[in-house]
């Protein structure tokens, strides 16, 4: 165990779990070095570099070994047995999936090795931490063959400190990535998307001061039209202290002072505020002062709320005009800020206000730009289908999974939805699971709303949404595919629906799946004709639903699934896109973009 000392306290370095609490947010406007780009790999299906022959992990057993693959081993003794070796190993490109970077690698699942190696000069007095946007699905992360610790969740951010272990010459950072899918995992064994292996998103240096700002919140308090409300969380602190926020356009410069453990509250009269919305998407420049330290942020401010069926942004009723949306683009995984602005460019391209970013959350370039681009949206974890309700460990690990979300994206105006989860079959264990992650987001977050997508059932002709969440949800959503899976498309207009809830319902997802290109008989599955009248009749449908305010069909461009096997139509993709994976715009587009124009 090595203690290094900083400032007035003393820090402990061991292998630990990246824990959603410990994540150092907005990293884009802070001191940083990117370790972006080309990074040496080693496939590993038999975990060869973590176990020793009797199942023992090396780090356990015999953590210098030369044969686990984080100590990245050398020598010049010619006698020596060495089996690996990075240098002479193949690259990826980092941010990335390995499946559609290497042929070989397409449908692979289980461990890959990465390392990238590099230079850093800290200065002292100074520290160090190393950001993952995420990895998928767990990652054991080492540094000059120190253990840094562990990540479970393929699709949240997280952060290693490496203050007294990086060297100014000759760095090597290792990461194991191991993609298997499995039972207790979140998600578990089966989902409708690509399960891309690799680091899928950025990674980053992130320097700072031996005291630095590691967190806050600034938002609108709920309730309130002009006060602005919120925290700010000090890293190591040995004393009370005091930090100023700037919000120049508001003639704000407001003192904050924060106990020994570095957290600080505060509420400010603002006045004059120009909320945030699709039409006027008002961000202000924000600046935390310390003495050792400035961040900038551009925060919008609005509300979100509900009143009986109606959702009230700023006050006001507004519909979702919507689109569900995966993190893949073109038959990849999404991983650029380019990536970003091309998928959300779309959605308003159908004229949408309202963006369902499913089922898992998504890079923090597409939070910003849709803060930018004046787009609602719609944040979810990925507790989707059958997960293990009953395991304590998986609702801890979706916890972390909704906690690490929440820390890095609650600045974000352009969030008015946490979900919960995405049509899981009604249990007593389920219920349960679900509850109590709505309940724990309102405690860290009750300026927003809460969600989960649900199933409908059917009786006696009539279509019930009655899932006993309805009660707990600030807003009722469901999926439902009339015309797909199941349902007359024909007598689709005339549908009955019953909700119990007088809450405001939001069609989460609805569609159907054509291939671009193919045309035929409106009857015809698979051709744009089809999907063009299948659009038309549950819009018709949809329409008359009473408390109907909102809808994000399913879904803006074809991804990649291996559930998806039809040989010259499907071919590896959901084909319920309303934009091919080429990128090329179906019929069945300007449908919805027509009907949002008059809505």
């Known amino acids: 165990m090595k203690k290094i000392t900083i400032g007035l306290s003393v820090l402990v370095l061991l292998p630990l779990l990246a824990m959603g609490q410990n994540l150092i947010i907005n990293t884009t406007n802070r001191i940083t070095k990117s370790l972006d780009g080309s990074w040496h790999y080693i496939v590993d299906p038999y975990e060869t570099g973590f176990y020793n022959f009797h199942a023992k992990p090396y780090e356990e057993d015999n953590p210098n070994a030369s044969a686990a693959f984080y100590n990245n081993f050398h020598t010049n003794d010619k006698t020596a047995l060495v089996e690996y070796d990075f240098d002479k190993s193949p690259a990826l490109k980092v941010p990335g999936d390995w499946n559609t970077q290497k042929t070989d690698l397409f449908y692979y699942e289980g461990t890959i090795w990465l390392k990238r190696s590099f230079d850093y000069k800290l200065k002292e007095g100074r520290r160090l931490f190393v950001y993952f946007g995420a990895i998928n699905y767990k990652a054991d992360v080492y540094l000059n063959g120190k253990k840094l610790g562990t990540h479970t969740g393929g699709f949240t951010s997280f952060n290693f400190e490496i203050t007294g272990i990086v060297k100014p010459k000759d760095n090597y950072l290792v990461v194991k990535v191991d993609n298997k899918r499995i039972k207790e995992g979140v998600p578990a064994l089966s989902t409708d998307w690509w399960n891309y292996g690799g680091i899928t998103r950025s990674v980053t240096l992130v320097e700072g001061p031996n005291s630095f700002i590691r967190d806050y919140s600034i938002q609108l308090k709920k309730g ?51 909320y945030w919305s699709p039409a006027q998407p008002k961000l202000y420049n924000v600046i935390i002062k310390t003495d050792w330290q400035k961040i900038k942020d551009e925060i919008g401010f609005r509300t979100i709320e509900t009143k009986g069926a109606d959702i009230l942004l700023n006050g006001q009723p507004v519909f979702l005009k919507g689109i569900s949306i995966h993190e893949d683009y073109k038959g990849r995984r999404a991983y650029s800020e380019t990536d970003a602005v091309a998928l959300l460019s779309l959605a308003k391209e159908l004229e949408c206000n309202y963006v369902r970013l499913a089922h898992y959350p998504h890079n923090e370039y597409m939070l910003k730009q849709a803060d930018k681009m004046g787009l609602m949206v719609w944040e979810e974890i990925p507790v989707y289908w059958t997960i293990d309700f009953d395991n304590p460990s998986v609702y801890n690990n979706a916890r972390n999974q909704l906690t690490e979300a929440i820390t890095r994206d609650k600045n974000r105006a352009s969030i008015i939805i946490w979900s919960m989860a995405n049509e899981t079959p009604v249990t007593s264990s389920r219920n349960k699971f679900i509850t109590n992650l709505a309940h724990y987001t309102r405690s860290l977050d009750s300026t927003r709303l809460i969600s989960a997508a649900l199933l409908t059932r059917s009786e006696n002709g009539i279509n019930i949404v009655d899932d006993t969440l309805g009660a707990v949800v600030d807003v009722v959503a469901f999926n439902q595919y009339r015309g797909w899976y199941g349902g007359n498309l024909e007598t689709a207009p005339d549908a009955k629906w019953f909700c119990p809830y007088n809450k405001p319902i939001v069609v989460s997802e609805f569609g159907g799946g054509a291939l671009q290109g193919k045309h035929g008989d409106k009857t015809e599955r698979w051709t744009e004709e089809y999907l063009v009248y299948l659009y038309k009749q549950n819009i018709a449908m949809l329409d008359k639903i009473i408390n109907l305010r909102g809808m994000s069909p399913w879904i803006l461009m074809d991804f990649r699934s291996p559930r998806r096997l039809l040989p010259g139509v499907q071919d590896g993709f959901n084909r319920k896109g309303l934009v091919s994976d080429k990128g090329i715009k179906k019929q069945a587009f300007f449908v919805l973009r027509d009907y949002y124009k008059r809505k």
């Open 224 to 274: 309130s039209k002009d006060i602005l409300t919120g925290y700010l969380q000090m890293d190591n602190v040995a004393m009370a202290g005091k930090a100023v926020i700037n919000i120049p356009e508001l003639k704000i410069e407001q003192s904050v002072t924060y106990d020994v453990n570095g957290y600080g509250s505060f509420e400010i009269n603002a006045g004059n505020i120009q």
